[in-house]
């Protein structure tokens, strides 16, 4: 694959962007592993973002009934188009994945662009899909099954936990990629869930989410009283909690998140 891959780039005349973090991945083994650990039958519709220089893609196309292939970049795309034309199941589709509305598919297999982890991952976690392989930079992947407590919980965490499944599969080192990042990369398996527990309101539940991981080290009570004073609403009553509003941001697990916005329904109610 490394060797191909350095043909291609040579033919197209494509000289890596690294501003937008373009590696591609190199590794035959470790693609063949993608594709076994999504599970992929003949039935199935398969989704990729960022799909470069159509690697990755061909394989799925081989696997599955149907291939969405995502890709912004112009060039890569004209090359996706020429590389990809005799794969009657492919379906190319120009454009920002995270503007574009995402087709029906069983299966989501990518090889995430780093720059929009967080945001891209919300839009997967709120999209509906059978089961996910991504493969993230590895810090970010640490940060989706992170346990409260410690320094790589945060928003996206809590976010994944009430939507999804989330197992670290394996870590993949730089040389897997070409030109090989800086940091190393990790393989993730997201499988759609209900939440846990019951929340009663979600839109507010993932807003104070967002509000309280603004500031992850100070106590919630903190960024409680900011939120309430941004909706003009009396903060008096936060002692009714406060083995919650003391505790700091970062220890609260998500059960715990969702009985402090149960106590600010009460309070607008009230």
């Known amino acids: 694959m490394f060797l191909e891959t350095i043909k291609i780039l040579k033919e197209y005349n494509i000289k890596i962007d690294k501003k937008k973090g373009q590696h ?18 003949p039935s199935d519709t398969v989704l990729e973002i960022g799909a470069g220089l159509g690697t990755l893609t061909a394989a799925l196309a081989e696997k599955a009934k149907k291939v969405f292939a995502i890709e912004k970049d112009q060039k890569l795309f004209s090359i996706l188009r020429k590389r990809l034309s005799s794969f ?14 995402f087709p029906a598919v069983q299966k989501i297999v990518s090889n995430i662009p780093y720059s929009i982890s967080s945001p891209l991952t919300f839009k997967i976690l709120s999209s509906k899909y059978e089961r996910a392989v991504l493969i993230y930079q590895l810090e970010f992947a640490k940060r989706l099954t992170a346990e409260p407590g410690t320094k790589d919980y945060g928003r996206i965490t809590v976010g994944v936990y009430c939507k999804a499944d989330a197992k670290l599969l394996e870590r993949v080192p730089r040389k897997a990629f070409y030109p090989p990042p800086k940091v190393e990369s990790a393989v993730i398996l997201l499988r759609p869930k209900p939440p846990p ?23 919630a009570k903190h960024s409680i009283k900011y939120y309430l004073k941004s909706k003009d609403i009396e903060s008096n009553k936060l ?4 083995e919650l509003f003391e505790k700091r941001v970062r220890d609260l697990t998500p059960v715990e998140i ?13």
């Open 258 to 270: 969702n009985k402090i916005v149960n106590v600010l329904i009460a309070l607008k109610k009230g």
């Open 24 to 41: 591609f991945l190199v590794s035959s083994n470790l693609l063949k592993r993608e594709i076994e650990y999504a599970e992929i039958k």
């Open 88 to 101: 009657s199941n492919v379906e190319l589709i120009s454009g920002d994945a995270l503007k574009l509305e």
């Open 239 to 242: 002692e009714f909690a406060p």
């Open 197 to 219: 527990f019951e929340i009663s309101n979600e839109n507010l539940f993932f807003e104070i989410v967002r509000f309280l991981f603004m500031h992850p080290n100070k106590k």
